[in-house]
Nanobody
Framework: QVQLVESGGGLVQAGGSLRLSCAASRSFFTINTMGWYRQAPGKQRELVAV???????NYADFVKGRFTVSRDNAKNTMYLQMNNLKPEDTAVYYC?????????????WGQGTQVTVSS
């Protein structure tokens, strides 16, 4: 199992920046992939970015060039730097960890952190 705790959300004006953090309760080297998802009111949860064991990162088209994932392995913490924020980025942002087990891939989620972008 892994516990995930997000922080860093808040209210920002359009064009502004925020940095989200996700602290994991176990080493990243024991986790298959780490990712950021978001869910806006009335919409399904969608993938924002994924970090594949630190070797590769993929981003959703709607955040490419604006959002960047990084991680501090010593702190078991992943970050999402969000620049040039837009009102449509308003959502609850969730951290995800996918662990490979004998039963297959198991997903774990943080509690989420609210990001609100005003126009």
């Amino acid at each position: 199992q892994v516990q995930l705790v997000e922080s860093g959300g808040g209210l920002v004006q359009a064009g502004g920046s925020l940095r989200l953090s996700c602290a994991a309760s176990r080493s990243f080297f024991t986790i298959n992939t780490m990712g950021w998802y978001r869910q806006a009111p009335g919409k399904q949860r969608e993938l924002v970015a994924v970090d594949i064991r630190g070797a590769a990162r993929n981003y959703a088209d709607f955040v490419k060039g604006r959002f960047t994932v990084s991680r501090d392995n010593a702190k078991n913490t992943m970050y999402l730097q969000m620049n040039n924020l837009k009102p449509e980025d308003t959502a609850v942002y969730y951290c995800n960890a996918a662990l490979r087990t004998l039963a297959g891939i198991v997903d774990y989620w943080g509690q989420g952190t609210q990001v609100t972008v005003s126009s």
